[in-house]
């Protein structure tokens, strides 16, 4: 089992950054890929980064793409998403996810390829 614990939600003037961490329980942390996903009310949860196990690949959504970085330690089991730039249409709960056991490159936009997830954490940007 692996618990996620997501933290550095807040609120932020448009413009604004905001850096998320994720915390995970567990020895598997290294050899998981993680994602962050965000989801507003009445919308689906979408994909916002993904990163691989050491690091090596990482994707973004493309609204996010050029203002956000996922980076991971894995020293410190935790996963981290830099919210650079942040827009109203940010505004979410964002929510890690782990797959355990994955391969050194491998990583998905899907939802439904991970295992495990985070409470979230709630981002509101203000104009």
């Known amino acids: 089992q692996v618990q996620l614990v997501e933290s550095g939600g807040g609120l932020v003037q448009a413009g604004g950054s905001l850096r998320l961490s994720c915390a995970a329980s567990?020895?598997?942390?290294?050899?998981?890929?993680m994602g962050w996903f965000r989801q507003t009310p009445g919308k689906e949860r979408e994909f916002v980064a993904a990163?691989?196990?050491?690091?090596?690949?990482?994707e973004y959504a493309d609204s996010v793409k050029g203002r956000f970085t996922i980076s991971r330690d894995n020293a410190k089991n935790t996963v981290y998403l830099q919210m650079n730039k942040l827009k109203p249409e940010d505004t979410a709960v964002y929510y890690c996810?782990?797959?355990?056991?994955?391969?050194?490159?491998?990583?998905?936009?899907?939802?439904?390829?991970?295992?495990?997830w985070g409470q979230g954490t709630q981002v509101t940007v203000s104009s």
């Open positions: 990163i691989s196990r050491f690091g090596s690949s990482v």
């Open positions: 996810a782990a797959k355990r056991g994955t391969y050194n490159t491998v990583l998905s936009r899907a939802e439904q390829w991970y295992d495990f």
């Open positions: 567990g020895r598997t942390f290294s050899s998981s890929s």
